[in-house]
Nanobody, 126 residues
Framework: QVQLGESGGGWVQAGDSLRLSCTAS????????MAWFRQAPGRDREYVSG????????YYSDSVKGRFTISMDTAKSTVFLQMNSLKPEDTAVYYC???????????????????WGQGTQVTVSS
């Protein structure tokens, strides 16, 4: 079983940057699809970015493409989300998720992930 813990959230102004971290413990996340989701109040959980199970492919939602960058430090079992040019609409709780069986066509589906972190709040003021 994989335990996930996020950190790095905070309160920033529009245009600022933040870097979120998701550290896995319990077992390696090798061979797991890894993803960042976010959820704003009153809205569904939304896919932000992620890696395929092999780690060979990265994906981004259209709303963050060109501003956010996902990366991985396998040795530290950590996935990062570098968020630049933040906008007020990026305000949400950001969650890290993992699953060993998520296929490519399901990467954006939160129901396809078994392991979740507790979330970290990102607030962007205008």
């Amino acid at each position: 079983q994989v335990q996930l813990g996020e950190s790095g959230g905070g309160w920033v102004q529009a245009g600022d940057s933040l870097r979120l971290s998701c550290t896995a413990s319990g077992r390696t996340f090798r061979g797991h699809a890894m993803a960042w989701f976010r959820q704003a109040p009153g809205r569904d959980r939304e896919y932000v970015s992620g890696f395929s199970r092999t780690g060979g492919y990265t994906y981004y939602s259209d709303s963050v493409k060109g501003r956010f960058t996902i990366s991985m430090d396998t040795a530290k079992s950590t996935v990062f989300l570098q968020m630049n040019s933040l906008k007020p609409e990026d305000t949400a709780v950001y969650y890290c998720a993992a699953d060993p069986g998520t296929i490519t066509s399901q990467l954006r589906n939160p129901g396809a992930y078994s392991y979740w972190g507790q979330g970290t709040q990102v607030t962007v003021s205008s």
